[in-house]
C-alpha cells in the first residue's frame, strides 16, 4: 500500500512540474515529457496516469478542455490552475525538505 | 479528502456514460498520438499501433482505476445495497408488506403524538421573545394562583422593577345590540399595555391607549378578525363603526390578528379598555374579579430576581392594606408553564407508552426479518463464499432493514399528518394550545429518526447474528441454518412483546378503572335532565336595584313557564365544575378577623327557592329558601354538611348566624343540604375550600345588583331530554325582550363530562396504544408457533404415528406458546409494578398496583395468546403422519 502512495504522490508532484513548465498539455504528451524528463530511466504507467490526473483535477490544481493537437487530433488538454501553482510550490519545497533530510542521513551513513 | 473532491465525486456518479466514452475518447487520442510517434521514427504502422497498445496496458484496467478514482466507492455499493433490497422487498410482497404496515402504525403513532408534545410542550408559545412572557398572581394559603384585584394590579404595575410591561385582562360577556339580532359577545377587557407586553401588533388601525384606559377615557373597543370577517366582511373602513355594547356605543380602533390566541381564547371577539369599568366591587382592592396578569420580564432578569422583587412590592402593599392584603403574595410562572404545566406529565406517560408499541412494532418487525434470514442464510453462505466480506453482509442487511424503517416512517408520517387533527378533535377541551399542533421541521426530524432507529434496531439483532453464524457450516447443512439460536432470538421476542403489551394494558386498565370509578363517584347532585344556560340583561335596564330584581323576577317566571320546566333557578354563574366564587366570613360571636387571609371562606352560590329541586341537592336539615325570602324578609343562608360539621359540631347550626364579608350582612342558618364535589369529581376533597354557603338572590346586597345586571346562569330541571327546551325558552325570553341572549347553554351531564376530558383523552390514547400493542404482540406469538409447527411437522407426525393423540399434540403445542405468555407476563407484571407509579396523578380511586387490573389484563393477554396459538395449534392436530413422515 504504502510504496504506491509515494508513487502516486511523485507522479502528481511531475505532473504538475511538467504543466507549470510546458503550459498546456495532453496526456500523451504529459506521459512523454515525464520520460524524456527522467533519461527515460521512467515509464509512466498509463493505468496510473489517467487516475491521476482525473485527482488532480478533482482537487482544483488542474482544468481540462477538449482541444486539437498539433497533428489534427482531437484531445484533452490540461493546465495548471493557480491554486495548482500553489500546490507545486508547496510540494517542491516539501519535497526538498525530504531529500535534504534523506540525503544527510545516508551522508552520516557512509561517513561511519 | 476534502469537501471540493467529495463534491468532485458526488458529481462523478451521475452521467456515467458519458464520463466512460470521454475517457475511451482521451485513450484513444493517446493511442493514436502514441503510433503517430513510432510512425514518425520510422517503424511500420503496424508495428506501431503493437508497440502503443502493449505500452498502455489493459484499457479495461485503466479505466477500471479510473472509475474507482471518479466516484464514491462507498456511495456506490451502498446504491447497490439499495436496488438489491428494493429488489428482495418486490419479490417478497407480502413480509414486506407486513412489516411496513406494523412499521407505519408504531412509527405514524408515534409521530402523532409527539406532534402532540412538540406543538404543546416543546414550541415556543407565538409570540416574539416568548420566554420573557410571565404569568403574574396573587397567592394566598388558600388558592396558589388567584386572581389579582385591579387596584392592586395599577399597583404592581407602577412599583415593580423587573417588567417591562405588565398587562391585565379578564373575561367579560357583553350584549351587542343595534345591529341585526341582538348578540352575546364574549371577550377580554384588557388593559392598553396588553398587546404591547404579548408583542402583538393590531393587523389594523391601533392600540388602546392609555387615555382610553381610565374612567371617563374615551369608549374605543379592537375587534378579533373573526368578528371582522363575520360582522364586517372584512372591510378595511371598519375602523371608526360603531357598536352598541350593553347599550353603551363604542367606536372600533383596531383588528386584532387571525391567528392571535391566549390561552383557549378562541372565542374572544373583543377587546375592551378595562380602566373604564368603574364598577365598585371591581374597583374593590378585596375581589380579584378573574383579572388575570401577564407581564414581560425585563431582558437579562430572571423569574427569582422578579420573584424577589414582586414579593418586596406585596409585602409593602400589605403594610399600607392590611384588610385586603395581608397574608397574600405573589406567584409567578412563565406563561408557557402556566399553560400546559396540567397536561405535561400525561403527554410524557403517553409519549412513553406510545415508545413501547413502536418498541413491539420493531420486535415483530425483527422476528419476521429473522424468519426470512434463516431462509436467506444459503444466499449468504454463497455470497460469502463468492468473496463478499462477512461487514459486507451486515451493511447489506442493515440497509435493507434501515431502508424498511424509513419506508414505513414515510407512510407512518403520512398516517400521522392526516390522522391527528381528527383525533384532537374527537377530544375538545383536552389540550391547551391545540391550534398549535402539527407537522414541522422538528417532527420530521424526530420521524426520521425513528424510522432510522427502527431499522438499525430490528435490523441489527438479525445481522448479529449473520455476523456469528459460520457461514461454511451453512453450506454443509444444505441452507437449513442453525435454528438454535433462531429459536432462542424468537422465544425472547415473544417474552419482550408480551410483556411490554402488559405493561400497557396495565396502564390503560388502570385509566379505565379510574374512569369507572369517577363516573360512580356521586358529585352531590343529580345530572340527569339539568340544563344551564346564561341570560344577558337588556341593555336599557339601568342600575336601579328594584328594576334590576323586578327584571330577574320576571325572567324567572318566563323561564320556569316554558312547558316542559319542573323547576328553575337563577345562579350566579358559578354552578358546580362551571365558574366559582368564594366569600369570606366568620362565626357569630367571634371578633371579625383583621385580615381577609384570617377569614373562612366558602364557595357561595346564589339560588332561588327552587336551585335546590332543580340540581337534585339533598336536603338534610332546616329548610331551603321559600318565596317569603325576599329583600324585605330577613336575611337567610342554607349551608352545606361540610360547613356544619366543621364549624358546628356539635350539631347546632341551625338558627345561628354567619357574618359575611363583602357583603356586610349576618343571615341565619335556615337549613343544611349534602356537599356538592364542586372542584370536580376527584379533586374535590383536596381543595382547600370546600364549605359551601347559598344566598338567595333577592338577597344580594343593592351595591353587587349592578355587577348581576351583567348577566345571570339559570338552571332548570326538565321533564325531556334538556337541550330539546332551548328553543322553547329563547322563545320565552324573547318575549320579554328582544335585546335578551340566552348563551353558554349545556347539560349538565355535558358539564360533569367535560371537568373529566383530560383523562378521557389519556385514556382514549392509551387504551388505543394498549389494543395496537395487543393485537402487534398476538400477531407476534402466532408467528413464532406457526413457525414451530412448521419447524417440527416431522416430529409431530412421528409422535402421532407412535400412538400420540390429537389431544397431545394440541397440548405440545399450545403448552409451548403458553409457557412463553406465562414468561412475558410475569416479567410485564414486575415491569408494569415498576412504571405505573409514574401515573399517580393520573389514576384515581385504585392503587397504582391494583391487583383487579392486573389480574384481568393478564388473563386477557394469556387469553389472547392462546386464541392466536390455537390456529397453528390446530394445523398441527391435521398433521397427517404418513405425510409427514414421507416428506423426511
Known sequence: MGEKEVRQGTLALMVLKTLESMGTLHGYGIARRIEQTSGDLLSVNYGTLYPALLKLEQEGYIASEWGVSENNRRAKYYRLTRAGKRQVERETRDWQETTAILARFLASEESR | MNFRVILARLGGLFDRDRRDSELQAELESHVQMHIDDYVRSGLAPEEARRRALHKLGGVEKVTEAYREQRGLPFLETLAQDVRFAFRGMRKNLGFTSIALLTLALGIGANTALFSVVNGVLLNPLPYPESGRLTMVYSSTKTFEHSSVSYPNFLDWQRQNNSFSTMAAFRDHNWNLTGQSEAERLHGYMVSSSFFPTLGVAPLLGRNISADEDRVGGAPVLMIGYGLWQRKFGGSPDVLGRRMILNGEAYTIVGVVPANFRLYSSDNVQIYVPIGQWNDSTFRNRRVGMGTRVVARLKPGVTLDQARADMDSVARSLATLYPESNAGSGVSISTLKNDMVEDIGPTLLVLLAAVGFVLLIACTNVANLLLARSTGRS???????????????????????????????????????????????????????????????????????????????????????????????????????????????????????????????????????????????????????????????????LGTDPAHIRAALRQLHDAVRNTPGVQAASLEGDTLPMDGDSELPFWLDGQPKPATDSEMNWGLFYLAEPDYRKALGIPLLRGRFFTDADTERSVPVVV?????????????????????????????????????????GLDTDSKSKIQAQLYVPVAQVPDQFMPLVRQGMGMVLRSDVEPMSLLPAIRHSVSQLSKEQVVYGSSTLEQVVSDSLADRRFAMVLLGAFAGLALLLSSIGIYGVISYLVGQRVQEIGTRMALGAQRRDVLQLVLGRGMALAAIGVVVGAVLAFALTRQMRSMIYGVSAADPITFLAVSLLLMLVAVAACYVPARRAMRVDPMMALRYE
Open chain 2, 639 to 679: 349551608i352545606d354538611e361540610f360547613l356544619a360539621n366543621k364549624f358546628f359540631p356539635n350539631g347546632d347550626a341551625l338558627g345561628k348566624r354567619l357574618n359575611l364579608g363583602l357583603f356586610e350582612t349576618q343571615p341565619e342558618i335556615v337549613g343544611i343540604v349534602g356537599h356538592v364535589k364542586h372542584w
Open chain 2, 378 to 540: 444459503r444466499e449468504f453462505a454463497v455470497r460469502s463464499a463468492m468473496g463478499a466480506s462477512q461487514s459486507r453482509l451486515v451493511r447489506q442487511l442493515l440497509t435493507e432493514s434501515t431502508l424498511l424503517g424509513l419506508i414505513g416512517g414515510g407512510v407512518g408520517l403520512l398516517l400521522a399528518a392526516e390522522g391527528t387533527k381528527p383525533l384532537l378533535a374527537a377530544v375538545p377541551h383536552a389540550l391547551p394550545r391545540a391550534a398549535e399542533i402539527g407537522v414541522d421541521g422538528r417532527v420530521l426530524l424526530f420521524t426520521l429518526g425513528m424510522s432510522v432507529a427502527a431499522g438499525m434496531l430490528f435490523g441489527l439483532v438479525n445481522a448479529l447474528k449473520v455476523w456469528r453464524t459460520n457461514l461454511q457450516e451453512t453450506l454443509k447443512e444444505g441452507g437449513r441454518g442453525s435454528s438454535g439460536t433462531r429459536q432462542r432470538a424468537q422465544n425472547v421476542f415473544v417474552v419482550v412483546e408480551m410483556a411490554v403489551a402488559l405493561v400497557l394494558l396495565v396502564g390503560s386498565g388502570l385509566m379505565i378503572r379510574s374512569l369507572v370509578i369517577l363516573l360512580g363517584v356521586n358529585p352531590g347532585f343529580d345530572t340527569h335532565n339539568v340544563l344551564k344556560f346564561n341570560v344577558t340583561m337588556p341593555p336599557n
